[in-house]
């Protein structure tokens, strides 16, 4: 299935300010978590690195609930040792899911400190054969997202891999593993976060139609965004 195909433009939910974003959003995740248990029995989300989402992470411990029926992806991870702190997986452990009783079979790291070629390759087989639920996403300030940066291999093409071995990115770490924006978009719904005015001119060139990685793995995304990084204000 074409899913870039089927999807329209994305929808833009700003917001007044970063504490409003955290608190809407949240809600909104809970929602669609209870709505895919009672359909499905299981609420499969990929999950956002960087400090974009932290305060969304840590507004779920208190609102968040059937813990028992959640499993837990990563969009994108730095080929470091587990415990550094730039860890996307150490950020999430850190803020919310140490706090929560979510079975640890089911929340599914990268296991990037193996390097970024045998890392994708064993990620490959953890994935779920079904689409994720909902794929959270930030965006950086070159509209990069999850680990698919300009110039570099994207993913685009379905008979490439489901997730990405990458070399030499732009932003330290150099190394580092992420799923192909193919296999994100292989999902019943797909969220980008962004705050403050440094991600003006990244959304400012998807709202143009530049080729960046965002937009393109972004089509009929809803981006939930605050005042500060609306382009037109």
């Not at 680990?147 to 150099?174: E, I, R």
């Not at 400012?204 to 995304?221: D, H, L, N, S």
Request: with cysteine; hydrophobic share 45%; glycine share 8%.
């Amino acid at each position: 299935m074409n899913t870039e195909a089927i999807r329209g433009a994305p929808s833009w939910h700003i917001h007044p300010d970063a504490e409003a974003l955290t608190r809407h959003l949240a809600r909104a995740i809970v929602r669609m978590a209870d709505a895919a248990i009672t359909a499905r029995g299981a609420f499969h989300l990929v999950l956002a690195g960087g400090n974009t989402p932290r305060a969304v992470y840590a507004a779920l411990v208190s609102g968040g609930r059937r813990w028992d029926a959640w499993h837990l992806y990563h969009g994108d991870e730095r080929c470091l040792p587990p415990q550094n702190l730039q860890r996307n997986s150490r950020m999430a452990e850190s803020v919310w899911l140490q706090h929560v009783p979510i079975p640890r079979a089911q929340i599914h790291d990268i296991p990037a400190e193996m390097g970024a070629e045998a890392a994708a390759a064993t990620y490959a087989t953890i994935l779920p054969p079904q689409r994720f639920d909902l794929v959270l996403l930030g965006i950086g300030e070159d509209g990069h997202t999850a680990s698919l940066f300009p110039g570099q291999q994207w993913g685009l093409d379905p008979t490439t891999p489901a997730v990405l071995a990458v070399h030499n990115a732009p932003k330290a770490p150099a190394e580092r593993v992420s799923l192909s924006a193919w296999r994100l978009q292989q999902s019943r719904e797909i969220f980008f976060i962004a705050t403050g005015s440094g991600k003006r001119d990244a959304l400012a060139a998807w709202r143009r139609g530049e080729e960046i990685p965002a937009a393109r793995v972004g089509v009929g995304a809803t981006v939930w965004l605050d005042a500060a990084a609306w382009p037109e204000t």
